[in-house]
């Protein structure tokens, strides 16, 4: 099994930025990928920002694109999302999930293989 435990969420006026952490325990992989999705109060979960836990490859999702940003610290077995310039339509819940990878990169929600419990993220205007 795999643990994956997020942390950083807060309170965050319009404009402030939030470092989000997730820890991975458990089993390992030869190869995975780290992904972060977010679920908008009454809206679907979507994918925010991936990353490959080898080659450090990443995939961020357009509308965050040059304010959010993935990386990962493999020693600690940790990726990150920074999130700067963050606005209202940012608040979600920002789930950290592991993809085992067999078909290389997905940014389906269906696709991963293990989810943390989420964080949650206000952003206040």
């Known amino acids: 099994q795999v643990q994956l435990v997020e942390s950083g969420g807060g309170l965050v006026q319009a404009g402030g930025s939030l470092r989000l952490s997730c820890a991975a325990s458990g089993r390992t992989f030869s190869n995975f990928f780290m992904t972060w999705f977010r679920q908008p109060p009454g809206k679907e979960r979507g994918f925010v920002a991936g990353?490959?836990?080898?080659?450090?490859?990443?995939y961020t999702e357009d509308s965050v694109k040059g304010r959010f940003s993935i990386s990962r610290d493999n020693a600690k077995n940790t990726v990150y999302l920074q999130m700067n310039t963050l606005n209202p339509e940012d608040t979600a819940v920002y789930y950290c999930a592991l993809d085992r990878a067999y078909g290389g990169f997905s940014s389906s929600a269906s696709d991963m293989d293990y989810w943390g419990k989420g964080t949650l993220v206000t952003v206040s205007s």
């Open positions: 990353i490959s836990w080898l080659g450090g490859n990443t």
